[in-house]
């Protein structure tokens, strides 16, 4: 995109604040939500006391590493509300997660939490080049998921005019993204893919029926080359942004439309760890590793150190948009995403990196794992573009050859590709499910 540097930003007195102030900031706010979790979360106090760290002692930054880790499964042993540190009936709001894996973690806000929530969208939504012009077109489920309310409320902050169509219903996605004339797209990346698809079969043509010109996409693992795929087929800027609702929900991180590199990190209200998953030591600057991270605003729930389980490397390197706060790189999964193939460790996002590079192949993939005995094996399905559809058998079996090559060179790992026609994968409105494991338990 060509946007100037004088880009638009919505809170420049945190976002562009320089790291000494940010730091100032983040350790009186520690202090603060280290000491309320203690006096209100009996959960905390006793792991707290168990480690034999009071609220007094946390004096610098680093001192957060003697803070106990929050975990998904702490979640589950206190389900619904065990972690709340306000009574239910004093909150304003109650979402959970989508529950990918296993019973979903109920979180709830208070008035002041939807507001500052709400801030934290509106700095990422203007990061992503929305502004108060555009129509902003909601594909994300409303419901439980913190997904469509989040967006909800922080692109009615900005002045977008909001359409919050939801999920689902594709028909009527097309009619009101043509006939509204949408200029902004908020879905998954998946769901975002699977749009276009079907804006082509209806021969929507970019310019005319399809006005769109900002996608922001989320909640799910994507790549550089799903990213390229979106934008041509639909015509508009995407940037990725990460949330989850142990966090608050999106607003964590998004990247800024006018550099995409790496997704800015709302650090005033937010602070990041990258520990060695196996260690649990902090890997260097720009090292990969999975990510933890403290809120330092939530009054409803406040969480010490989260383990999210996703991997990131994150940079405080200032980025060209003006921006001052680290920024993250994509998520390349969450560490139970990872697969383990004959001993090789594969991430589905390693796989669609290669898919996306080959042309012929749609965004439309599945990854099946079968036992054959005590040796494990993994096809990938993928759905060949339209154009590839109408030509000849040895088109196919070279692009089936192509692509077996490249997986194996890129992954180490002989993994078969079986070619299907286009439009017979299942297609999701919310988060992708990309892999089917057919190994029985014997
Ligand atoms: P659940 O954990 O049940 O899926 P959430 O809706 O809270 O519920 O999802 C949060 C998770 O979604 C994150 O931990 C992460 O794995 C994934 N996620 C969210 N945004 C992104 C993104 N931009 N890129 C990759 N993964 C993402
Ligand atoms: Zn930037």
Redesign the pocket.
Known sequence: MTMTMAEHIWDPAWECADRATIATQQLTRLQETVAYSYARVPAYRAKMDAAGVRPADIRTLEDIRTLPFTTKQDFRDSYPFGLFAVPPQELLRIHS?????GK?TVVGYTRRDLDTWTELLARMITAAGVTDRDIAQISFGYGM???GFGLHYGLERVGATVVPVSSGNTDRQLLYMTDFGSTALISTPSYAAYLAEQAKDRGLALGTDIHLKWGLF?????TEGMRGRIQTALGLSAT???????LGGPGFSGECAAVKDGMHIAEDLYIWEVLDPVTGMPVSEGEIGELIVTPLWKEALPILRYR???LTAITTAPCPCGRTTARMT??TG?TDDMLIIRGVNVFPTQIEHVLMQTEGTSPHYLLVITRDGSLDTLEVWVEISESLFNQSMSALTDLQKLLAKRLHSALGLSIKVKLVEPQTLERSQG?AKRVLDKRTAE
């Open positions: 997660s989508s529950g990918t894996t979903p998921f913190t997904g989320g909640a799910e693992p994507w990725d942004n990460y949330g989850m609702s142990e999210t389980r996703d994509r998520v969450r988060k």
